[in-house]
């Protein structure tokens, strides 16, 4: 079993700065694709951004391209979201994702609130 612990969340005024981590531990399996998806009030949850361990190359949703940045830290099994130029429009909860040939795992998901 993996288990994912989200931090990082919060309050924040239009334009400014968010820093999201995300930690798995367990049965983890070595080449996995971790990052982030969001979901607001009354809307279906949507990708924001992925990473994998074998490439590291990001993926990103066009919404958050240019203001948010995707990191992970292989050996820490830690997962970042650098939210840069916040809108209101970014306001949901955030929750951390696990993926791999195995399963798909999710975290419990934090909320991001950005004011106008």
């Known amino acids: 079993q993996v288990q994912l612990v989200e931090s990082g969340g919060g309050l924040v005024q239009a334009g400014g700065s968010l820093r999201l981590s995300c930690t798995a531990s367990?049965?983890?399996?070595?080449?996995?694709?971790m990052g982030w998806y969001r979901q607001a009030p009354g809307k279906q949850r949507e990708l924001v951004a992925l990473?994998?361990?074998?490439?590291?190359?990001?993926n990103y949703a066009d919404s958050v391209k240019d203001r948010f940045t995707i990191s992970r830290d292989n050996a820490k099994n830690t997962v970042y979201l650098r939210m840069d130029s916040l809108k209101p429009d970014d306001t949901a909860v955030y929750y951390c994702?696990?993926?791999?040939?195995?399963?798909?795992?999710w975290g419990q998901g934090t909320q991001v609130t950005v004011s106008s």
């Open positions: 367990g049965n983890i399996f070595s080449i996995n694709t």
């Open positions: 994702y696990l993926g791999s040939s195995y399963d798909d795992y």
């Open positions: 990473v994998s361990s074998a490439s590291g190359t990001p």
